[in-house]
């Protein structure tokens, strides 16, 4: 299979935006995070133990069919959020809070594991993390209306379970990466020493490397 990168990380850290740098400095086709796409997701915000379920099983199955499309294609992949992330930290985090309750846990646990026995795993996966003031200056700046309504504590509870994640998975490498004072977009030099570093760990180092565009509109 070709190259497999993930972008993981918090809601409002930057995955989308790094995702679509990467995409056109590498030459690799980009998947997002379908938050735009996701029927549930707003009312989640605002009844999360009535929508937490739905809104869940809905990622896990874009993720399948995002997949599928792009071992059709069989071309070198960069996806903004990992499967990983949607189960072993924001599920969990549900679960942990009593929002899922344990009959929906053990349902889309069943589903999960399923689906991580048929996907291909990623060669790395990036981390983004940034604390939680950053995360929300950023939710705030992008204007998400739904996404405002997330509270700090759900934040931290999530930055929490990020590192408990990325300290513990064995899977394949993960390249952690602190947000708090990088801009992707803005700082060029930050982009080419991140690039270096993906060069590095991926098995199949031959990606095309495109001019730098400091005025790429994302």
């Known amino acids: 299979m070709a190259n497999f990168i993930a972008i993981a990380g918090n809601m409002g850290v930057g995955k989308s935006t790094l995702t679509l740098r990467l995409s056109k400095r590498l030459g690799l086709s980009a998947y997002l995070e ?5 029927p549930y997701l707003a009312d989640f915000y605002t009844d999360m133990k009535r929508w937490g379920f739905h809104s869940q099983v809905f990622f896990l199955v874009h993720r399948l069919r995002q997949q599928a499309e792009f071992l059709k294609e069989g071309t070198n992949v960069i996806q903004d959020r990992s499967i990983f992330e949607n189960a072993e930290v924001f599920a969990r ?6 929002v899922l309750t344990s009959r929906d846990w053990q349902t889309y646990q069943i589903i999960y594991q399923t689906l991580i026995t048929m996907l291909p795993s990623p060669n790395l996966i990036i981390y983004l993390r940034a604390s939680v003031p ?4 950023r939710i705030v700046r992008r204007g998400r209306v739904y996404e405002r309504a997330a509270h700090p504590d759900y934040l931290r509870d999530l930055n929490r379970l990020y590192d408990l994640w990325a300290d ?3 899977l394949v490498p993960i390249l952690k990466v602190d947000t708090d004072k990088i801009n992707f977009v803005q700082d060029d030099q930050a982009l080419e020493n991140l ?7 991926l098995p199949q ?3 095309p490397l495109y001019p ?4 790429v509109n994302i």
């Open 34 to 38: 379908p938050d735009t796409q996701n």
């Open 93 to 98: 985090n549900l679960y942990e809070q009593g």
């Open 134 to 137: 950053t995360l929300l200056e």
């Open 168 to 170: 513990n998975f064995g």
């Open 195 to 201: 690039i270096q570093d993906i060069v590095h760990l």
């Open 205 to 207: 180092k031959s990606l």
């Open 212 to 215: 730098v565009s400091s005025s």
